[in-house]
């Protein structure tokens, strides 16, 4: 069997092995299909939350809840805590990343502030394994710098 090169992966490729990556280390953590990511978006607004499908890759479910019944996702909101997974495949990058830069969306940014502890990024190198579990405010105290910019599509 062939072993794949992840350092020849686009960046949203890494992203989704990275997804993978952790769902399959941590039985807690579950890649949602649209479906539930749907009703996420639901049961999270109607605790008048607001969160953005694009802002999230995973979900840790604290138990087993079926998140294609929304009566299931809104009774159990309180053990549901979305993931944005972060990730590289660079040899250089160890477990404490340091020297990564990455993107952060003005969605995640939003999200990560309505959600607090209900909200988390996680760091994975595909390459190495290694994974770091941060808040937005651990984020920020770990930052060495922050530099604002936007992104327009057309």
């Not at 159990?76 to 952060?104: A, M, Q, R, W």
Request: some cysteine; glycine content about 6%.
């Amino acid at each position: 069997m062939c072993q794949k090169d992840y350092r020849l992966m686009s960046s949203q490729q890494t992203a989704k092995v990275a997804a993978e990556l952790l769902a399959s280390t941590d039985p807690l953590v579950r890649i949602p299909t649209k479906k539930e990511k749907r009703n996420l978006l639901m049961a999270f607004a109607s605790k008048n939350k607001v969160i953005y499908g694009n802002a999230f890759d995973a979900v840790r479910l604290q138990k087993n809840i079926d998140l294609n019944d929304i009566e299931s996702v809104i009774h159990n909101i309180d053990c549901i805590t979305l993931i944005e997974v972060k990730s590289t495949s660079k040899e250089n990058i160890d477990g404490s990343f340091s020297g990564y830069f990455f993107g952060l969306t003005t969605a995640e940014l939003l999200v990560a502030q309505n959600l607090g502890d209900k909200y988390r990024f996680i760091f994975v190198n595909t390459l190495t394994g290694g994974c770091m579990e941060l808040k937005l405010n651990e984020i920020f105290a770990k930052a060495k710098g922050i530099y604002p910019q936007w992104s327009i599509s057309f």
